[in-house]
C-alpha cells in the first residue's frame, strides 16, 4: 500500500512570492490535514479536508488556503510569502473520515519551504 | 482548551539503558493521547496511543505509555535503549472543536542514544 505523497521536497521562495505544495493521500482515505512545523516547534494545525470541502482552519492567515480534489488529493496554497513561513509542511491522511477522538494521522514525508 | 507539555527538550540516554519521556497534559473531559515518532529524514510515525481502553497502551519498537489520570500524565518508556530509537518524540492530545476533534502537538523531545 503506498503512502501518503507529497510534492515537491523542497522549495525556494522569495519574499512576498507565491508557494504551491501537494498532497496525495493513502488510496481509500477521504481526509487531509496540513501541518506546519518550523524548526524546533511542534506541528501547528493548518487545515483539515475532508470529501473536498474545508472542515476547519488553525490559527493562521488568510493567505493560508487549500482545496482537495475529487480524487481526495490536496493542495496547500501560502500567498505573500512572508520569512517565517519557512517551515516543514506537513501532510496527512486518516482511515476514519478525520475529527473523530480516536484519528491515526498517516503522514507523508513533508514539503520544505524555504 | 487543551494542551499538551513535554517535560524535556532533549533526553540522552546510553544504549542498554531505559528511556523514560515525560508528557503531561490538561483536558476537561476524556482525551485521547497519542505518542507519534519522527526519525530524521523520515515522516511521522505513530507509536501508539490511548482511547480510554487499557491504561497501559504498548506500542511498535517496544515502546509503552501509561495513562495516569490523578497525575494527568502519559509518559513514554522503553526498558532499553537501541541507537535506532535517537529520533523526535511527539505527545499529542484529541481536543474537542466545534463539532469535530483536533490534534494538539506537543513541542517534541528528541531522544538522543549514546553508544
Given amino acids: ?114 | 482548551a487543551q494542551s499538551v507539555t513535554q517535560l524535556d527538550s532533549h533526553v540522552s540516554v546510553s544504549e542498554g539503558t531505559p528511556v523514560l519521556l515525560r508528557c503531561n497534559y490538561s483536558s476537561s473531559y476524556s482525551p485521547s493521547l497519542f505518542w507519534y515518532v519522527q526519525h530524521p529524514n523520515k515522516g511521522l510515525q505513530l507509536l501508539l496511543k490511548y482511547t480510554s481502553a487499557a491504561t497501559l497502551v504498548k506500542g511498535i519498537n517496544g515502546f509503552e505509555a501509561e495513562f495516569k489520570k490523578s497525575e494527568t500524565s502519559f509518559h513514554l518508556t522503553k526498558p532499553s535503549a537501541h541507537m535506532s530509537d535517537a529520533a523526535e518524540y511527539f505527545c499529542v492530545v484529541s481536543d474537542h472543536l466545534d463539532s469535530n476533534y483536533q490534534l494538539i502537538w506537543g513541542a517534541g523531545t528528541k531522544l538522543i542514544i549514546k553508544p
Avoid: M
Avoid at chain 1, 501537494?22 to 496540513?34: A, E, L, M, N
Avoid at chain 1, 491522511?93 to 498517516?106: A, I, K, M, Q, V
Fill in chain 1, 1 to 114: 500500500e503506498a503512502g501518503v505523497t507529497q510534492s515537491p521536497t523542497h522549495l525556494i521562495k522569495t519574499r512576498g512570492q507565491q508557494a504551491t505544495l501537494r498532497c496525495s493521500p493513502i488510496s481509500g482515505h477521504t481526509s487531509v490535514y496540513w501541518y506546519q512545523q518550523a524548526l524546533g516547534l511542534g506541528l501547528q494545525f493548518l487545515l483539515w479536508y475532508d470529501e473536498g470541502e474545508e472542515r476547519n482552519r488553525g490559527n493562521f492567515p488568510p493567505r493560508f488556503s487549500g482545496r482537495q480534489f475529487p480524487n481526495y488529493s490536496s493542495e496547500l496554497n501560502v500567498n505573500a510569502l512572508e520569512l517565517e513561513d519557512s517551515a516543514l509542511y506537513l501532510c496527512a491522511s486518516t482511515p476514519e473520515g478525520g475529527g473523530t477522538r480516536t484519528d491515526t494521522h498517516y503522514f507523508g514525508p513533508g514539503s520544505r519551504l524555504t
